[in-house]
């Protein structure tokens, strides 16, 4: 059975590191044609991509995030990571790690994990 | 970057009705173009790829359609466990945006 499952500190503090931890199961990361992402979900709804390493370690950010932002994914542990240096109140939301699925040039997210939220609070 | 516009952001709509929902984007994307369904405390599911391929699993009365810049989901008759907030999300090239959303509403 496929699973994602996010982990990390629920509150961060301003000006400090969020660390995520997504854990999968039920295959490899390292399989192609999947895009492991990060997305996040705004208080007010809104869902921002802001993330992804690809199965053979291509990582992409979105250039608002880029200098803050970094991406890993450790195939042993079949786990992939992110670090978001210098956070702000703005950055609090809940964070969703995922599997971007594509094949034959059609794409899609099959699976998310639970999602964490994430408060940015002194 | 590309924009992508939901209209409407709210729709109230009783069951059985037959609801049409409308995604707009700033530039041409082909299909490239899924829907998504997300209820309250949940996480976003998928219903349609490739602006018109149902994911599997997810009921015939769902429906898309579209092609370029203008996309449409239609619910042919909607029940109750639709009342949900439904996502476009294009992805043509990076990054896979997300539209605001559309929330279903029960009247």
């Known amino acids: 059975q496929v699973q994602l499952r996010e982990s990390g500190p629920g509150l961060v503090k301003p000006s400090q590191t969020l660390s995520l931890t997504c854990t999968f199961s039920g295959g490899s990361i390292s399989s192609s044609g999947y895009y492991w992402s990060w997305i996040r979900q705004y208080p007010g709804g809104g869902l921002e991509w802001f993330a992804y390493v690809s199965y053979s370690g291509y990582t992409y950010y979105i250039p608002t995030l880029k200098g803050r932002l970094s991406t890993s994914m450790d195939t042993s542990k079949n786990t992939f990571s992110l670090e978001l240096t210098s956070v702000t109140a703005a950055d609090t939301a809940i964070y969703y790690c995922a599997r971007y699925t594509c094949s034959r040039g059609s794409c899609h997210i099959d699976h998310w994990g639970q999602g964490t939220l994430v408060t940015v609070s002194s | 970057d590309i924009q992508m516009t939901q209209s409407p952001s709210y729709l109230s709509a009783s069951v059985g009705d037959r609801i049409t929902l409308t995604c707009r984007t700033s530039q041409g994307i082909g299909s490239y173009l899924a829907w998504y369904q997300q209820k309250p405390g949940k996480v976003p599911k998928v219903l349609i790829y490739?602006?018109?391929t149902l994911y599997s699993g997810v009921p015939s009365r769902f429906s898309g359609s579209g092609s370029g810049t203008d996309f449409t989901l239609t619910i042919s008759s909607l029940q109750p466990e639709d009342f949900a907030t439904y996502f476009c999300q294009k992805y043509d090239s990076v990054p896979p945006t997300f539209g605001q959303g559309t929330k279903v509403e029960i009247k």
């Open positions: 490739g602006a018109s």
